[in-house]
Every structure is written in structure tokens, then in C-alpha cells.
């Protein structure tokens, strides 16, 4: 029973007890209602005064229930937004959770893909020490080779410098050998010294073309001899025209079947041209 109800009861059991009263005194009244009017009176103030204090009771307690409801009231709207605090917190933790489990999945994800990562990174460090030791079979075979040809470089630079000094003295030895033969009148051109240890056969030709340098004054004569006819560059021929002599001519450009030669000698008021005739004869 709660206590409002204890409140009632309370009430009720003052109610009878004064409707008890007044059934005592009209009771008395009518035995004796003079004799006991004054008690009755009095019972009825006492009656009166203990209602009263029953009722200012009863209000207190009243009021002790509506001020211990009211504390309940505020305590289940304490406990209610405690219940919503919660209930935030709850979903909160719950959003809270979902996200570190999606953090988690992926941080498994990368660590699978670290771990595949790693094994692939394993096998091409395989395949690298694999293709280095290939690399350093090939560097120590080249270095090898490098140092053969370092060799054979030193061998031929020493023999460069061998043929480097035999070179010098051969060009000192020539010098003194030219200004030898030329302190006795004898030629020093190689050429000149080869037509004359080699003096061209017999042969006769045509003059091909006739015509004056671009540059300079000389006068340059194709003639229809060449080396299969055995000339060579530095033999000297003679041109003639029946039986006027033209000229004579030196062969500068020699080749197989052609040879081209600069004029070194005129006869006076002599022309050169094509089809004149060229011999090694006179």
C-alpha cells in the first residue's frame, strides 16, 4: 500500500471515529442529554482537535508524498536524460565500433597486401642475385678483357714509340739525304727519282682534251694513255702535230686508261688541241 493510501485509511478511520462520537453523544442525549452535553461537547472538541491534528498530520504526510513525488518526478527525468546520454553514447560507441572494424579489415587488407608485397619483393630479390652473380661473371670477364687489351695497348705503345723514334731518325737521315743530293745537283723528288729509274716505254696516243687551269696559268692536257700503258705520274711526253713539234707535257694524274699532264714547254707559236699526237718516243 502506497503511502497516500496509508493517508486515506487514516482519514477514513478519524471519519468513523467522529461519526462514532456523534452517535455516542446523540446516544447520550438521549439518555441524559443535559448531564452530558458538556462532556460530549468536550469529547466533540477533543474529537475536533484530534481530527485537526489528524488532518494537519495527514497534510503533512500529503505534502511529504507530493514533495517525495516531485523528487522522483525530477530523479526519472535525471535517470531519462541519463537513458538519452546513454543512449547517444551507445549509438555513438556503436558508429565508434563500425569504423574501427572497417579500419580493421583494412588494415588486414593492407597487411595481406604487404605480405604478397613482401613475397614478391623476395622472389625479384631472388631473380637480382641471380642476374648480379650473372653481372659479376660478366664483369670479371671484361675486366679480364680490359686488362688483355690494357696489355696489348701497352705493347703496341711501346711499339708506336719504337716506330715513333725509327720514324724520326728515317726523317732526320732523309733530310741529311736530300741536302745531300741537292748539294749535287741531283733531283730530290721521289717521283722525279722514280721516272728516272723507271723511264717510260714507248707508246703514242692522242691529246684528249686541251685546257687552261681555272686557277693560274698553266695549261692541263688529257691524253688517251694511262697505266696500262705503262706510265706513271712524273713521266714526260711530247706533242707534236705531223711533224711540228708542240710541246711537251708532264703527267701529274695518272689512271688506267686516262692520264692528264700540265705543260712544261711550248714551241713559239704553238697551240695545243684535241687529236694532236703524244708520244714518249723523242
Known sequence: MTFLGKVLVVVHLVMSVLFMAFAGAVYTAQTNWQTKFKTASDQADQARRQATDEAN?????LDAVK????????????????????????????????????????????ADLKSQEAEERTAEAKIQRARNSELNMSRDEIVANLNKI??????????????????????????????FLASKDLPTDTRQMTVSASPPP???????????????????????LGEDDGLIAGHTMTVYRGDKYLGLIRLEDVRPDRSVGVVVETAPNSTIKVEDNVTTKF
Open 202 to 224: 714507248v707508246v703514242q696516243g692522242k691529246v684528249v682534251e686541251a685546257r687552261k687551269e681555272e686557277k693560274g696559268n698553266r695549261i692541263l692536257v688529257e691524253v688517251s
Open 67 to 110: 514533495a517525495e513525488l516531485e523528487t522522483v518526478k525530477n530523479q526519472t527525468t535525471t535517470l531519462q536524460g541519463q537513458v538519452s546520454s546513454l543512449s547517444d553514447e551507445n549509438t555513438r560507441l556503436d558508429t565508434e565500433n563500425k569504423s574501427l572494424k572497417l579500419a580493421l579489415d583494412g588494415q588486414r587488407n593492407i
Open 57 to 61: 498530520n495527514a497534510k503533512q504526510a
Open 150 to 179: 690494357r696489355d696489348e695497348q701497352f705493347g703496341l705503345d711501346l711499339k708506336y714509340k719504337q716506330l715513333k723514334t725509327r720514324y724520326d731518325e728515317l726523317l732526320s737521315k732523309n733530310a741529311i739525304m736530300r741536302g
